[in-house]
């Protein structure tokens, strides 16, 4: 079962923007931790910012000052706004958030991806 969806992203021009979304389906509550991650071909997947359930963020150095974490609670859905894009920035985006099933079983969730790709 999937709980997390991302959607928003695309082909874009250096210095252009994207906004991805990362929406939680009805069977999951957002509880915890929230985060974007990103992984290049041949690369490992790393963190690009976490989101604490009390507002605390936590940016990765290459991309401070572009992009912004943020959470819709009463839609129960994850965004990454992201400006001034750079063909680094080029890899597939996930979300990974901290939640609880109905009945209050704990879950770390994943989304499948969604593909950036910054190119001239």
């Known amino acids: 079962q999937v709980q997390l969806v991302e959607s928003g992203g695309g082909l874009v021009q250096p210095g252009g923007s994207l906004r991805l979304s990362c929406a939680a389906s009805?069977?999951?509550?957002?509880?915890?931790?929230t985060a974007w991650y990103r992984q290049a071909p041949g690369k490992e997947r790393e963190l690009v910012v976490s989101?604490?359930?009390?507002?605390?963020?936590n940016y990765a150095d290459s991309v401070k000052g572009r992009f912004t974490i943020s959470r819709d609670s009463a839609k129960n859905t994850l965004y990454l706004q992201m400006n001034n894009l750079k063909p680094e920035d080029t890899a597939v985006y996930y979300c990974?958030?901290?939640?609880?099933?109905?009945?209050?079983?704990?879950?770390?969730?994943w989304g499948r991806g969604t593909q950036v790709t910054v190119s001239s």
């Open positions: 009805r069977s999951i509550l957002i509880v915890g931790v």
């Open positions: 989101l604490t359930s009390g507002g605390n963020t």
């Open positions: 990974n958030a901290e939640g609880v099933l109905i009945g209050g079983i704990p879950l770390n969730a």
